[in-house]
């Protein structure tokens, strides 16, 4: 196969050319007709009409008695009138009005007696009856065209006789994953086994727009079972997923296959992530309507911004849903981020407000991290013409949560302890409307992100290598005027995490010499103390190697040390103990929380203080280990 | 059965002390395993830990070699290096990173040669890899506790190895229909057989929030009947609907059923709609947790309030979703609206931005009309202790729907005329974001709608008695400084809608005098017309009976006619044409719309235009019939 070069066509240019190129071909949706009942949340593909009238009858709305109100005119409370049992007829809630009746009488203002009713009231004509189309009159236009069937809407269209709707046909999405290393999820893969998530990701995500997924086997990177299972996929499906391979390595055999059972329309998208994106369709028959087939990247992330910025928009063709457009924000980014002018790029980050402005903390940008996405609460959009953004600049974001939501969002980022993870989920229980985004940037990160008022919180353990103390050295030396708070949070103890049995006997910090390193990145507090204790050992940490190899969390490191690719690293005993490796103690440390002074306040900060006080507190990391609790949640003034 | 008075308690109340009750026999959740693939939108019960890394092994990122950088050290363009077989290794993309190497360099890098590579630039390590725990460490929290599960986070949770995941069960809602009068839904039910669809609307309902809705059988009005019923529903379920007889009537056997089997906490909600709801538990067993048991107003509306303000936040006890804050707002109210200082009272309302400002048109208040809520956008709520509003006044609105949704919707009120929905059924067919809200206040109303800048459009025909032409007269009477201008919009023919074969012999006005009339309410341009036709002849309206019976729309006195419940009315042929009545022109009538002359500005009012002068717009009102199409859409100067 000859190598080919991508494309980068702008993807607004990209997606117009797509669309009409499928309009041409006459892609439209189909309808079918379903029961009423089980219409919730179709979409109408015409104008819905009432049948009958609701109530389809004059019925009388109280029990009572039916009469002419023109029989009762006069009756007062000083006149009481008398009516005999042929002027009135006793009637029930739900009865049809009796021929000759125009008014029904409650049954609490009649008096009756022995074959007479005495009224002290006139009755008013049409009163306590429930005329005939009330509720809708029959021809009236219930639902109009490409509208959302909702509870209601399926009342009123029983209600008016109408017992099947014509709604648009849900599209049968297939979708075909391939590659040699991919395996079913499973919870033991071995190596060099890649588990096949993306099926189930862009499910989620067709179920959601009002698609039917189908997902088919695992296909092996050989162009002619891809070409098969790329066959039985249009003649079974009215649009196609083909996941991976779809860039121009030697391997990717997607845009191959995609021209041999089609056409392709364009290869290679100018977007970051999901450049490598291929566009086409195949014709069922002259008649029929096109079958569109996406070649997706298999990066999920990249995958997911394909799906969102082009497979959407196409479905919505199919679908007839109207194109939710979700809100947008302007956000102030936390830290510089160069974009380069190749590409448009979506970022994925963590929003929350801040003193009264939105902040957005980008996230790892790697096209496999498939948990930002998870974490994320929107998308910075950075157009192709820019070149990136300064710390504190605006951006614009698509918001992936309400604006309600992340405006009670509990904003804490800096360095990273699980015990965060666990207070959030604490309060979570205890309040279901808490939610706490953390980001990991370290203690500096922390720090400076508090100062910037881009983060209620910021986690930090920093050793003053004069002082020998922890944390307040730093908050006078970047908080001259004060003006923040720290909020006493836990003891915790550091080691070195070596393999199970430490079979390269290290001890101390000099032991590490010659030894393979893990290390934090720049800012954080493990890397600070360990830069001091190796100061106070006589540890050069240029003859480290590894000193320059930086993981982002504790566990990360624990990880590469438990992968046998590092033989040792500085982290917290709860790390150690996940990995199941062993920890040789070297320093304790003071982990608190930096807040600025009038953030104390915040409801969020308040449950989060007294969690931290709490006893479901204490127990959980009493059995993370590695902790001491003195005054958790205790607010330290220290200026 | 004792008659007994119900309670009056303010709903913030009632509510608090029904959790409490519930809460204080034990109410709560249940969890069940379901496997990670099929757990979309499902609500964790517990926080979500990562069983693996993701990846689990150092994965080769690129086809290339697989190397130990310090062996590349120093290679350049001018200096290349050249490394023999066994100094490196072949790697696809996803291979394990094979023991001793630390790079990978990209295929596209390496020159090959028989035996050896030489490359141009020295590796930095871990280049190329994905390492392990990139995305995701053994250990981390990928979900807190009570968390909805999207498709990505069912991804991260395949990706790290996590096959299962616990959630909260969701809860199974018994709903039991009783009444006489009600049948199962049918396209022709009998007089006095009332479609019963308040099951449906509460199974959509409960569809949405997140539980499992079972329908029982229709139960007739007997106590012991709805006991047995109430019975198996307790066995087979989490929680139990039980639907109309809520009242204090004497077929009204809920609350003793209830009491029967179980315990009631309150009767009766100082709320309107939705007054006679019952609040009341069944306790399964000493150790199980209780069973939730609400009698349902039987009226539509009333049941969906109590659905909604009661039930929802018992239903959020099990099911743990968080509770959906929609969002709230203020908006102007377009007329007086008086309110009881007896009820809290709920108002279904169309909402719209004019000008700049919301605003919100009541709708029809009536507990049975279930298509208010299929119109509405929104619902106003009126504090127990306000007397109601004036016009313009600002009130507290739940919306519906989304801002966005409302900020484009093109606000028509007036004249009610089929042509108004046929054009906002093309628009939407043209643009699928389109969204018209139109009410029907008559031709006056319209007026003054625009004039209070409450509406961008107001349908009107007005007869000027003096001059005997429609419209203008009335703009330059209300609008002496202008700003108006008139859309031209149809010509169309009213006249007398008498029953098929016209049995009365009614051929011109003075033919009614005696008969049974059913008129249009004050301000409507039709009882305006009526009047004049009236003066010009001999007929007097104070002979006329039925004069005072008022509807509000063409459709609904076309179906009092075809009802039998009266002889003759004014309207336009398709109304009559709907319900096969016949119809004596009487005369024909300018149909226009009213705009302030800022608002043609406006996205929807250009669409509007576009659909007015089209010819699928002449096509339908062709088939509607009664119309003259001579500019439509065109606009008038008119002073």
Redesign the interface.
Same mark, same amino acid.
């Given at each position: 196969m000859p190598f080919e070069y991508l494309t980068n066509i702008p993807l607004d240019e990209a997606l117009k050319k797509y669309l009409a190129v499928l309009n041409e071909h006459g892609l439209t949706y189909s309808t079918e007709n379903v029961p009423?009942?089980s219409a919730?949340g179709r979409i109408t593909s015409r104008?819905v009409y009432a049948?009958?009238?609701?109530?389809?009858?004059?019925?009388c709305?109280m029990?009572g008695i039916a009469l002419d109100a023109q029989k009762t005119f006069g009756a007062t409370e000083t006149t009481p009138l008398q009516l005999k049992e042929s002027e009135f007829l006793r009637v029930?809630?739900?009865?049809?009005?009796p021929p000759g009746c125009?008014a029904v009488v409650m049954?609490e203002d009649v008096i009756e007696d022995d074959g007479f009713v005495t009224l002290y009231a006139a009755a008013t004509?049409?009163q306590h009856i429930?005329?005939?189309?009330?509720?809708?009159?029959? /021809?009236?236009? !219930?639902?109009?065209?490409? &509208?959302a069937i909702?509870?209601?809407?399926? @009342?009123?269209m029983?209600?008016a006789?109408?017992?099947q709707v014509e709604v648009v046909r849900q599209p049968v999405v297939g979708i075909i994953p391939t590659?040699?290393?991919?395996v079913l999820?499973?919870?033991?893969?071995g190596? /060099?086994a890649? !588990?096949e998530?993306?099926s &189930?990701?862009?499910?989620?995500?067709l179920? @959601?727009w009002g698609c039917l997924p189908k997902v088919y086997p695992i296909i092996r990177d050989e162009l002619d079972l891809i070409e098969a299972a790329l066959k039985q996929a249009l003649q079974e499906c009215d649009a196609v997923l083909l996941i991976a391979g779809s860039s121009a390595?030697?391997?990717d055999y997607s845009a191959q296959a995609m021209k041999d059972v089609g056409e392709v329309v364009l290869h290679g998208i100018a977007i970051k992530p999901g450049k490598p994106a291929i566009l086409g369709f195949s014709e069922k028959s002259p008649s029929a309507t096109p079958v569109p087939v996406v070649g997706v990247p298999g990066y999920?992330v990249s995958g997911?911004i394909v799906m969102e910025n082009i497979f959407k928009p196409v479905m919505?063709l199919l679908t007839?849903?109207?194109?939710e457009?979700g809100?947008d924000a302007k956000a102030a980014i936390s830290r510089r981020f160069p974009s380069t002018l190749k590409y448009r790029e979506f970022v994925r980050a963590r929003l929350g407000v801040v003193d009264g402005k939105m902040v957005a903390v980008p996230l790892s940008s790697?096209a496999?991290?498939?948990?930002s996405?998870?974490k994320a609460d929107g998308i910075i959009d950075i157009p192709q013409d820019s070149e990136g953004y300064e710390a504190g600049e605006l951006v614009n974001v698509h918001l992936k949560h309400?604006p309600?939501e992340i405006a009670r969002t509990l904003v804490i980022t800096g360095s990273h302890d699980?015990l965060l993870?666990?207070a959030?989920?604490i309060m979570?229980?205890t309040w279901?409307?808490s939610i706490?985004a953390s980001s990991h940037v370290g203690s500096m990160g922390g720090i400076m992100a508090v100062k910037r008022g881009e983060a209620h919180l910021g986690g930090i353990h920093l050793l003053d290598e004069a002082s020998g103390t922890y944390n307040v050295p730093y908050l006078k030396r970047y908080f001259p005027n004060g003006g923040v708070v720290l909020l006493e949070c836990v003891e915790r103890v550091q080691g070195l995490m070596v393999a199970p049995g430490n079979p390269k006997g290290i001890r101390q910090m000099e032991d590490l010499k010659g030894k393979e390193y893990v290390n934090r990145q720049k800012g954080s507090g493990t890397r600070i103390l360990f830069d001091f204790l190796a100061k106070k050992s006589v540890l050069d940490v240029s003859e480290l190697h590894?000193y320059?190899?930086e993981?982002f969390?504790h566990?990360?490191v624990?990880?590469?040390i438990?992968?046998g690719?590092a033989d040792a690293g500085l982290g917290i005993l709860?790390?150690a103990r996940?990995?199941g490796l062993d920890f040789i103690p070297v320093a304790d440390e003071q982990y608190d929380l930096l807040i600025a002074q009038a953030a104390l306040e915040l409801e969020p900060v308040e449950r989060l203080i007294e969690v931290l006080q709490g006893d479901e507190f204490a127990r959980r990391l009493n059995n993370l280990g590695g902790y001491t609790l003195k005054n958790p949640g205790e607010i330290r003034q220290w200026n």
């Open positions: 009423t009942t919730l104008a049948q009958i009238c609701a109530p389809h009858y004059n019925a709305a029990d029930d809630t739900g009865d049809p009005l125009d049954i004509p049409w429930r005329q005939i189309g009330e509720d809708i009159s029959a /021809g009236d236009m !219930i639902l109009p065209s490409f &509208t909702t509870p209601a809407g399926m @009342g009123a029983l209600a006789g109408v017992m590659g040699d290393e991919i999820p499973t919870a033991e893969p190596e /060099g890649i !588990i998530f993306n &189930t990701i862009f499910s989620g995500m179920t @959601g390595g030697t391997e999920p997911i919505q007839c849903r109207e194109p457009k809100a790697g496999g991290v498939v948990s996405f998870v309400s309600q699980p993870d666990e959030a989920d979570r229980r279901r409307d706490v590894g320059d190899r993981e969390t566990t990360a624990a990880a590469a438990a992968a690719t709860s790390a996940i990995y």
